[in-house]
C-alpha cells in the first residue's frame, strides 16, 4: 500500500513553496523519518521526511515545481526500509551487467583468436585489453613490440611502449598528431543564467518595498569601543567559565538599544495604515548573512534577557542559519533590527528599513583613529554607527537623541546596570 509523501502545512503567512532538492530517487529505500525532499519558501527551507519505511514509489513534483501546502509531491511505497529488496535488485541487475560483461569479453577473445589464425591486420595481433590502451594512446601494431605467443602483443607490451615514448623527446610526427587545445575566440565573453531563489526575490521585493513606501532617512554617530574592549578582555574569561558563551559585542549592543527604545518608544513602534503601533515588549532582529540570502532571526524580550542569554541565543541563531535550519516563527516579528556589516569589513553603510519595522541599526568596522580627548590626540577604536528611520513617524531629534543614548550606554557600560 502507498504512503502520500506531502509538503508541511506553510504558515498563513507563506503561499507556496518550491520543490528545491530530493533526497532520494525513485525505487530507493528510506527508513522512517529520514530526509527526503526539502521545499524553499520565500522566508525559510522546509524539511519533508519519511513518514514511514518503505522504498520511495513515484514523484510527482519534481525539483523547481511549486507547491502548495499539503499537496503531495509523491508515493511512498511499503517495503522494508533497511533497503534489503532494492539491494537484492541492484545486487540482480549488477550479477547481469557481471554476465554480459564476460559473454562480450568471450566474444572479444574468440573474433580475436579468429582474426589471428587468418593473418588478419597488425592491430587484431593484440588482445582486448592491449589494443584498447593502444586506441586510447594512438598507438599502432607498428609502434609495439609483442612478446607473447606467436608475436601476440599484451597489455605489458603496450605499456613498456607507453613508457619508452615518455623517455624520449616528442618528435614532429606526434605533435601533428596530436589534438590541438581549443581557444576561446578574442571577444568572447561566457555568460550563465540562473534563477533566483525564493528567498532571494522576497528579499528583493521587501527591499524594494521599504524604499518605495517609506520615508527613510539616515544618520550617523561614532563611538569610543575601548570601554567595551576592556571589560571583554578582563573578564572574558570568567564570563565563558560562569556561562559556558563567549562575551561579544552583539550582546552589548543589543541590551543598550533596548534601553534606548525605552526612551524614545517611537523608534520601538510600527505604521499600520493609518494607526501608529507602539509595542509594549522589545523583540529585536539579529540580521545574519548566509549562502542563500539574508535573514533576520529575532531574539524575543530581549528586555527580560541577559547578556549571557543574548549572546547564546544569538550564536545559536547563527548557527541555525548556515545549516537553513530556522524556523518561520523564529523570523517572524520583530520590533527593531541590528545589523552588523564591520563583520565583512564595511567602515560605513545606509541599512534599508526590515519593514513594518521604522528603524534599524547599523553597525561597523572598527577601526583606530586618532581622536581628541581632553585638549590631547589618542589613538582609540572607533566604530561609526548609522540607524536608518522612518521619518513619517520619527523626527529627526527624536532619531538623534536613540542614536546618543546608544552611544552613551557603549562608551560608559556602568550606565546599564545603574539605569542611568
Not at 142 to 170: C, M, S, W, Y
Not at 382 to 401: E, F, N, P
Amino acid at each position: 500500500m502507498a504512503t502520500e509523501i506531502k509538503a508541511p502545512q506553510f504558515p498563513e503567512s507563506v503561499a507556496d513553496g518550491t520543490v528545491a532538492t530530493w533526497h532520494k530517487k525513485e525505487g530507493e529505500a528510506v527508513k522512517r523519518d529520514e530526509l527526503l525532499v526539502d521545499i524553499e519558501t520565500d522566508k525559510v527551507v522546509l524539511e519533508v521526511v519519511a513518514p514511514s519505511d518503505g522504498v520511495v514509489g513515484k514523484i510527482l513534483k519534481d525539483e523547481g515545481d511549486t507547491v502548495e501546502s499539503q499537496e503531495v509531491l509523491g508515493h511512498l511505497e511499503a517495503g522494508s526500509g533497511s533497503g534489503g529488496g532494492a539491494a537484492k535488485q541492484e545486487e540482480s541487475k549488477s550479477e547481469a551487467k557481471a554476465d554480459e560483461g564476460k559473454a562480450e569479453e568471450q566474444k572479444t577473445e574468440a573474433a580475436s583468436e579468429s582474426a589471428e589464425s587468418e593473418g588478419g591486420d597488425g592491430d587484431a595481433q593484440a588482445g582486448p585489453a592491449a589494443r584498447k590502451l593502444m586506441s586510447e594512446h594512438g598507438l599502432s601494431a607498428g609502434d609495439v613490440k609483442g612478446t607473447g605467443r606467436d608475436g601476440r602483443i599484451t597489455k605489458e607490451d603496450v605499456e613498456k611502449a607507453l613508457a619508452n615514448r615518455q623517455e624520449k623527446p616528442a618528435s614532429s610526427s606526434s605533435e601533428s598528431k596530436a589534438a590541438p587545445i581549443p581557444e576561446a575566440e578574442p571577444g568572447e565573453r561566457e555568460e550563465r543564467r540562473v534563477p533566483m531563489t525564493r528567498l532571494r526575490k522576497r528579499i528583493a521585493e521587501r527591499l524594494v518595498s521599504a524604499q518605495q513606501n517609506a520615508a527613510m532617512l539616515t544618520t550617523f554617530n561614532e563611538v569610543n569601543m575601548k570601554p567595551i574592549m576592556d571589560m571583554r578582555k578582563n573578564y572574558k574569561d570568567a564570563f565563558e567559565k560562569a556561562h559556558g558563551v563567549r562575551l561579544g559585542f552583539m550582546g552589548f549592543f543589543t541590551r543598550a538599544c533596548v534601553e534606548a527604545l525605552k526612551r524614545y518608544p517611537e523608534v520601538n513602534a510600527s505604521i499600520d495604515g493609518d494607526d501608529v503601533v507602539y509595542h509594549g515588549y522589545y523583540d529585536v532582529g539579529v540580521a545574519v548573512s548566509t549562502e542563500r540570502g539574508l535573514v533576520v532571526p529575532v531574539v524575543r524580550d530581549a528586555d527580560q534577557k541577559g547578556l549571557a542569554e543574548v549572546e547564546s541565543q544569538i550564536i545559536d541563531y547563527g548557527q541555525k542559519a548556515q545549516k537553513g535550519k530556522l524556523s518561520i516563527e523564529e523570523m517572524t516579528g520583530g520590533t527593531f533590527t541590528i545589523s552588523n556589516g564591520g563583520v565583512f569589513g564595511s567602515l560605513m553603510s545606509m541599512p534599508i528599513l526590515n519593514p513594518p519595522q521604522t528603524a534599524i541599526l547599523g553597525m561597523h568596522k572598527i577601526q583606530e583613529r586618532p581622536m581628541a580627548v581632553d585638549g590631547k590626540v589618542e589613538i582609540l577604536p572607533m566604530m561609526y554607527l548609522a540607524l536608518s528611520y522612518d521619518h513619517r513617524l520619527i523626527d529627526g531629534k527624536q532619531a538623534v537623541q536613540f542614536l546618543v543614548t546608544v552611544k552613551n550606554f557603549i562608551e560608559d557600560p556602568a550606565r546599564l546596570l545603574l539605569d542611568i
